[in-house]
C-alpha cells in the first residue's frame, strides 16, 4: 500500500480509522469479557451435570441441554433430507437463470431474512396448534428446521459448485447414470459443503430464543418424551434475566456455556471449511 | 450433473425419479416462505375483517383487551430504535471495513476478521443479558428509568455492527484491483483512494449490507424486549421507555385470544412484509450491478 501521507486529511482519516478500529475492539471485548468474567465463576461439572432448583436460581442446567440437544436432533434430521434435495436440484439439476430455480433461491433469501419471532408466531399456528403438536419438542424443532433451512441449502450448494466439472464430464463419459454419479462421485466431493452448512444451521438454532418460547416452550424438567415440553439453553438465560430475581449469576453461567457451543461450531465450520476444500483441491 | 434439456438418451426410471425427487424438495423448499405467509394472513384475516384494517392504525391506542388495536406507537417504537441504529452502525461498520482493508497491519487482519463473525454469530439474547445488567442500570444513573429507547439503539447498533462490518468487508474484497494500481499510479493519497474511488466501486455491496442490517434491526426481538421498558408509548426522547412490535408479539401472544390474537399475527404479518420488500429490493440491488 502507498505510505506516502498527502495532506493533513491523510492523517486524519487514519487517526479515525485506527480510533474506530479499537473503538469496536473495545466495545465488544467489554460485552464478551464482562459475560465471559461474570459467568466463568459459576461454570462447573455440577452446574452441567445437575438439575435447575429454585426456578434456577439454584443447581445446574443438565434438563436444558438435554431439551437443547432434542431440538437441535430434530431440526437436523428433519432439515438435512429436505436441504440436501434441494442443494443438489439448485447445483446440478437446473441453470442459474431457470425461472423456477429462480424463484426458490429468492423465496429462501426471503426466509433467511423472517424475523425469527415470525417464524415462532407460524410455529406456534401450525405445529402446535393445526397440527395439535402442542408445546413441544417437536413443534419447536420443526419451527428451528424451517428457519435453518436456507443456511443449510445455501452452504450445500456452495458445496456442489465447488467439485470441478471434470468429474461431471468422466461421469458422462463413463456412461454412469446420474443417480451412480450423484452416489459416488458429487455427494462425497461436495460433503465438506454439506457440513459447514449443518454446523452453521446447527448455530443459528442454537442461538435461536423467539422462535421457541411459543412452540418448544418454558418448562424446565427433563423432558419424558419428544412431545414434552422442554427449554432451550438460550431462552433459559432469557427467563432467568427477566423473570427470576437473583437468577443472573446462573443467566451468566448458562451464557457462557452457549457461547462456548457456539465457538466449538464456529471453529469446527472454519475448520472443515479450509481444511477438506483446499485439501480436495489438491487432488482436483 | 449433466444435464440433457431433450432427453434422447433415454435415462433408466431411476435417473428420472432421481430428478422428479430433487425438483419435489426444492420445491417444499420454496414453498416454505408461501406457507408462511398464507398461515399468517389466515390467522390474521379475522382481525382485519372485525377490527377494521384502518382501526390499526387511527384506533385511539392500543389497549386490546377493551378493543383498540392502535399499533402505530410500536411501530415508532421499531423504526425509532432501527433508524438510531443503522445510522450508528452504517459508518462505523464500513470505517471497520476500511480499517480492516487499508490500514490495519497485515498480521492484525485475520484475528480481527474472525472476531467480528464470532460476534455476528452471539446470539442476540446474550447481548440483551448484558445489555440488562449492565447497560440499563448503567442509563439509569445517567438519566432514569434506564430502560430506554437509547438502551435499545445501543445494544442494537452492537447487534448489526458486525453483520454490516461483514457485508462491507466482502464488497470492498471485490473491488477490482485494477481501481487501486490506478489510483496509485495517479499518486493520489491513500484517504482520496478511499472516498473518491473504492466507496464509490463498492456501493452495490454496502448497501445490501445496510438493508440487511436494517431487516435484522426490525426482526430483532429477545434483546429489544430485555432493554427497552416495554411500555406501549412513542418515545419522546432517548430515555423514555417503549416498546417494539417485535417484543409486543412475544409478550402478548402468551395469553391473547380471538381478535387481539389475530391482531398480534397481523402485526407479525407487517414485519414479514416489510423484510419481504427488503429482500427484493437487495435482489434489485444484485441484479442491476451484475448486468451494468
Not at chain 1, 428451528?144 to 443449510?152: E, H, S
Request: charged share 10%; glycine share 10%.
Amino acid at each position: 500500500m502507498h505510505k506516502s501521507f498527502g495532506s493533513n486529511t491523510d492523517w486524519v482519516a487514519c487517526l479515525l480509522m485506527w480510533g474506530i478500529g479499537s473503538v469496536i475492539l473495545g466495545i465488544f471485548s467489554l460485552v464478551v469479557g464482562d459475560v465471559v468474567w461474570h459467568g466463568l465463576a459459576g461454570v462447573s461439572w455440577e452446574f452441567l451435570s445437575t438439575a435447575p432448583r429454585d426456578a434456577g436460581r439454584a443447581g445446574g442446567i443438565i434438563p436444558i441441554l438435554i431439551s437443547t440437544g432434542l431440538l437441535l436432533s430434530i431440526c437436523l434430521v428433519v432439515a438435512i433430507p429436505i436441504g440436501l434435495g434441494a442443494a443438489i436440484f439448485l447445483a446440478e439439476c437446473t441453470s442459474e437463470h431457470h425461472a423456477f430455480g429462480r424463484v426458490v433461491r429468492i423465496s429462501l433469501d426471503v426466509l433467511t431474512a423472517v424475523p425469527s419471532i415470525v417464524f415462532g408466531l407460524f410455529g406456534y399456528a401450525f405445529f402446535s396448534h393445526m397440527l395439535g403438536m402442542g408445546f413441544s419438542l417437536v413443534s419447536g424443532g420443526l419451527t428451528l428446521a424451517c428457519m435453518v433451512l436456507p443456511i443449510l441449502i445455501r452452504a450445500t450448494e456452495e458445496g456442489f459448485r465447488t467439485v470441478p466439472n471434470e468429474y461431471r464430464l468422466g461421469a458422462a463419459a463413463l456412461g454412469l447414470s446420474r443417480m451412480t454419479t450423484l452416489m459416488t462421485l458429487l455427494l462425497p466431493a461436495a460433503m465438506p459443503g454439506l457440513m459447514v452448512g449443518v454446523i452453521l444451521g446447527t448455530g443459528r438454532a442454537m442461538a435461536e430464543t423467539a422462535a421457541l418460547i411459543y412452540t418448544s416452550g418454558y418448562v424446565d424438567r427433563m423432558p419424558e418424551s419428544l412431545m414434552d415440553s422442554g427449554r432451550a439453553l438460550s431462552l433459559h438465560i432469557f427467563d432467568l434475566s427477566m423473570n427470576v430475581p437473583g437468577g443472573n449469576a446462573n443467566a451468566y453461567a448458562s451464557a457462557v456455556v452457549l457461547i462456548g457451543l457456539l465457538l466449538v461450531m464456529n471453529t469446527l465450520a472454519s475448520w472443515v471449511a479450509g481444511h477438506w476444500l483446499k485439501r480436495r483441491m489438491f487432488w482436483a | 450433473m449433466i444435464l440433457l434439456p431433450n432427453i434422447t438418451l433415454s435415462p433408466s426410471r431411476v435417473d428420472q425419479l432421481l430428478v422428479w425427487i430433487l425438483q419435489g424438495l426444492a420445491a417444499f423448499a420454496g414453498i416454505l416462505v408461501l406457507l408462511i405467509v398464507g398461515f399468517l394472513m389466515l390467522e390474521a384475516f379475522p382481525a382485519v375483517r372485525q377490527i377494521g384494517f384502518l382501526s390499526f392504525f387511527s384506533d385511539a391506542s392500543w389497549h386490546p383487551v377493551e378493543g383498540f388495536y392502535n399499533v402505530m406507537a410500536m411501530v415508532w417504537g421499531s423504526l425509532l430504535a432501527m433508524l438510531g441504529a443503522v445510522l450508528l452502525a452504517t459508518p462505523l461498520g464500513i470505517c471497520s471495513a476500511v480499517f480492516c482493508h487499508f490500514y490495519a497491519p497485515t498480521w492484525f487482519v485475520e484475528p480481527y476478521r474472525k472476531l467480528i463473525e464470532l460476534l455476528a454469530g452471539i446470539p442476540s439474547v446474550v447481548y440483551g443479558l448484558w445489555g440488562l445488567v449492565v447497560l440499563v442500570p448503567l442509563i439509569g444513573q445517567l438519566h432514569p428509568p434506564g430502560p430506554s429507547l437509547l438502551a435499545g439503539i445501543s445494544i442494537l447498533t452492537i447487534m448489526i455492527l458486525p453483520t454490516i462490518a461483514l457485508m462491507a468487508d466482502a464488497s470492498l474484497a471485490k473491488v477490482p484491483s485494477v481501481y487501486l494500481r490506478g489510483a496509485i499510479a495517479l499518486g493520489l493519497s491513500r484517504w482520496t483512494t478511499i472516498r473518491c474511488i473504492i466507496i464509490p466501486a463498492a456501493t452495490s455491496g454496502l448497501s445490501t449490507g445496510i438493508i440487511l442490517g436494517i431487516g435484522r434491526a426490525i426482526g430483532e426481538t429477545m434483546a429489544m424486549l430485555m432493554v427497552c421498558g416495554n411500555v406501549v408509548q412513542v418515545p419522546t426522547n432517548l430515555f423514555d421507555p417503549m416498546r417494539t412490535l417485535t417484543a409486543n408479539i412475544a409478550l402478548e401472544m402468551a395469553y391473547a385470544v380471538e381478535d387481539h390474537r389475530a391482531a398480534l399475527f397481523f402485526t407479525g404479518f407487517l414485519l414479514l412484509g416489510v423484510v419481504i420488500v427488503m429482500v427484493l429490493a437487495v435482489d434489485y440491488i444484485k441484479q442491476r450491478h451484475t448486468y451494468a
